[in-house]
C-alpha cells in the first residue's frame, strides 16, 4: 500500500480524498495557489507546498511543479481528483514516466475515451449501442446534409473533443445545417483546439443516465449501478440521485453490462462511469465514458455501502476488487445537491467573497462533502462549487423530505448561493414525481419564483432591534449570553448578568 | 431605546427595554412579550409568544437583512436620538444610474462606448468570475453617459462599471 498520496485539487473533492488518506493511514500531501494558501484542504493535509498563482495554467494545472512537488515529498501516488488535470492523458503518463502511481486509468485507455468519435469507433466493434450517426469528423456540409437525410432531422452537430456544451448545436430544418456546422467547428477550435465536428441524432428532451463502474488491474470489472444526472443548466449538473426514477433491475443489469463491456474494450483501470442517453421509450445510447471519479460519487457509495476513493487508492496499490458483480446490492435512496456560489435572483451569476456565517445541517441520513469554512474567501479564479450536500433514506420520498428539512438548516451568509433552488426543485411537483429530463431545470427557472410568504416582517423588525442593543450593551457582538460569564470575560448589560446567573442556578440544581 | 425600523419598504415603530425579567417590547404600540438570546455572531433565538424563530443576521457595509424561517428581509433601522443608520433600501431609479459589478471578476469585454443608446437589458459589458462569462446589462433605456470600465481590468462587487442616464 501507498505511504504517501498527493492530492492535485483543490476544494471539497481534495478534503474528500485526504480524509480517505486518513481512514487508511496513508499520508496526504496538499499542492495549492497562492490564493488557496488558507483554502481547507490546505488546513487538512498533512503537508502542503505551493505551486504557483491563481491561474490554473500555471498551478493546479502545471505537470511539472506538481511533479516536482511529489519528488520532493516522496509521494508514491497521485490522486487527480477531478477536474484539472484528471482526465489528462499527458499527465497520467508524466507520472508512470517519472514513477508515481496515478490513481486512476492508464494514459492509453484515457487518451482512447478522450475523443468522442475515437470512442465511438472503438464501441461500434464491442457492439456498444449508441446515438445514429457519423462515428468520424464531418469533411464537408454536403457529407452533413446526406447523412442528415439518412437519419433523420432534428440533428444533433458534436465537436470531438467536446464537453459542456461547447461546440454543440441543434439544427432542426436543413437550410439550418450548414451555417451551424461553420459555427460548431470555429467555436470548437477555439475552445478545444481542435475543429472535428460529428453528427448524431438528436434525442429530443433525453434524461442523462450514467453507470458507474470499477476494473481492477486483474481483469475484474463490476458496475455499481446508475445515477440520475438530468437536472442541469448550461450543460452543469446541478442534483443527481440514485436509483434513477425510471431503471428497474432488468434494466440495470442490460445498462451495467453495456457499461461493463465498454470499460472492458477500452482496458480500462480504477473507476469510471459510461454515460447513457434515455430516449422517453427507455432506449439507451451510449454517450461517452469519463475517465475520473465523479463529483457526484457520494450517491453511489450511499446506495452501495462503498467507500470509491478507499477503493480507487486498493485499485491503484494493485490489489484485486474484494467482491463480485453478485455481491454488490443497491439499498435506499440518495439524492446529491451541488452548492454553488452563484445568486439565483440575478441570472446566477458567479458570487465569490468572504463567508460570514455558515451554519451546516446534520442528523439522519445528511452528509455534507465540504471545501469551505466560515470566514473564508472564496476566490474568484475556480469553479463555483462550494459543498455538496447528500440525502440518504429508505426510498425517495424519505430522501427529499431529509433534504427540504436539511435545506432549512443550512445557511451561507456573506455570499449568494443556490440553497433557495434546491428548496423550489424539492418541492416542485414534476420532480417529486420523478419527471425529469434535461431540459427540466430551464423549463423551472423560466416560470416565475413562487412568492414566499413574507407575513414575519414584524418579527424581522424586532431581531434587527435585538441585536442592534445586544451589540451596543457588550460592546460587541457576544455570542452565547447565558454561559458567558462562566470564563470569566467581562460582559456589560444587566441582562447579561441576569442571564448568565439563571444559567449558574440551571447547572447548579 | 426607540427604532425606526424599515423591513422591506415598510416603516415600524419599536420600543425595546431590557427589564429586569428580560425584555419589555412594543412594535407599533403594541405590546409584544419577547424573549432573545444571541446563540452566537449573527444569529438570534427568538421566542415570542410560545413561538421560537431562529434569526439570521447579514451585514455589509451598506446594506442589512434578516432572515426569518427562510424568507430574506431588507433592513434599515434608525435610532431617532441619533443620526446613526443602518440601511438596506435601494436608492430611487430616476437620474443617472450606476451600472454596477455584481461580483468580483475580471472585465473581459466592453460591447458598448459613451454616448451610445441603450435599451433596458441591452449588454453593456462582459465580466468572467469563476471560469463563467456574464453579461453586464443595462437596467434602463436611455444613453451611455460614461464607461468606467477597462477590458482586462480585475474588478471588486460594487464597483461602479458604467453610467446610464
Redesign the interface.
Known sequence: MFKKILIANRGEIAVRVMRACREMGIASVAVYADVDRAAMHVRKADEAYAIGPAAATESYLNIAKILDVAKRSGADAIHPGYGFLSENSKFAQACADAGVKFIGPTAVSMELMGSKTRARQHMETAGVPFVPGTSRGLDSAEQARQVAEKIGYPVMLKAAAGGGGKGMRLVRKPEDLEPALESAKSEAQRAFGDGEVYIEKAIMNPRHIEMQILADEHGNTVYLGERECSIQRRHQKVMEESPSPIVDADMRRRMGGVAVRVAEAAGYTNAGTVEFLVDQKKNFYFLEMNTRLQVEHPVTELITGLDLVHLQIRIAAGESLPFRQEDISVRGHAIECRIY???PD??Y?????KI??L?TPSGPGIREDSGVYEGWTVP?????LLAKLIGYGTDRAQTIARLVRAM?EY?V??IKTNISLF?RILRDPEFVAGEIDTGYLDRLIKRSVPA???D???????????????ES?SGA??????TGNCNGSSRQ???GW??AARAEGLRNT | MLFDVTIDGKNYHLELHRADAGWQCRLDGRDVPVDAVLARRDVLSLLIEGKAYEIKRERTATDLHLWVGGVRYAAELRDPRSLRSRKGVAGDDTGPMKLVAPMPGKVIRVLLQAKAQVEPGQSILVMEAMKMQNEIKSPRKGTIQKILATEGANVNAGDVLAIVE
Open positions: 456560489a452563484e445568486d440575478n441570472n451569476f458567479p458570487s465569490p467573497g460570514t456565517l451554519l474568484i479564479d475556480y469553479d463555483p432549512n445557511f451568509g456573506g428548496q414566499a410568504k413574507r414575519d416582517a414584524g418579527i424581522a423588525a424586532i431581531a434587527a432591534g435585538v441585536f442592534e442593543m445586544l450593551a457582538a457576544s455570542p452565547g449570553i447565558p448589560g444587566v441582562s441576569k442571564q
